[in-house]
């Protein structure tokens, strides 16, 4: 009567079953290759923290900034009490912003980088100018998504991760992103 149940209910849910019996199962396919073949094809959620465009990683100080492209052309400092409850800067490049968090104006590190300049590239390699194909293969082991505004977005756990917004198939900016507020 169980059984029946929960056949019931997996085919009102929409899910096909396959009924084959254990002994006929077990002695077609190894359970360690059966295992195997399962996790090969889940993919993995990005971690952001690995990633970096154009030398930059999440978390580094302005010093590491600065360090690696100069001075930035613009800094803009603020306090933001609506999001983040934390002082915010934004440094900018010639096509690239680097926006950073802190607890006081003087202690901020990454928390997201944007870029539409082609100079820029991604730690895999990855560049504005790229197709979107070049991006997937690239990432191809992580989980992707979509959406009208960015067509390949990779998330991560926190509703951060690696986006791409493109047009005519070839990428027009790339964006490194931490976490949502």
Do not use: W
């Not at 912003?97 to 870029?115: D, E, Q």
């Not at 895999?124 to 991006?135: D, F, L, M, P, T």
Request: net charge positive; glycine share 6%.
């Amino acid at each position: 009567m169980q059984v029946k149940s929960v056949l019931l209910l997996a085919l009102t849910l929409g899910f096909s079953i396959k009924i084959m019996p254990a002994s006929l199962a077990d002695s077609t396919i190894d359970k360690s290759e059966r295992n195997t073949s399962l996790v090969s094809n889940i993919k993995k959620t990005i971690d952001v923290s690995k990633i970096s465009i154009g030398g930059l990683k999440l978390g580094m100080t302005t010093r590491e900034v600065t360090k690696i492209l100069g001075k930035p052309r613009q800094i803009k400092q603020q306090y933001d009490d609506t999001c983040f409850q934390r002082y915010t800067t934004d440094l900018t490049y010639n096509k690239l912003k680097v926006f950073m968090l802190g607890s006081t104006k003087n202690n901020a590190r990454i928390h997201s980088i944007y870029t539409s300049n082609p100079a820029y590239r991604t730690s895999e390699g990855i560049r504005v100018g790229n197709r979107k194909s070049q991006a997937k293969q690239a990432y191809a082991n992580f989980k992707a998504d979509g959406n009208d505004k960015y067509p390949l977005v990779y998330i991560n756990s926190s509703f951060g991760g690696l986006g791409f917004k493109t047009r005519n198939d070839l990428i027009t900016s790339i964006d490194l992103i931490s976490s949502s507020c």
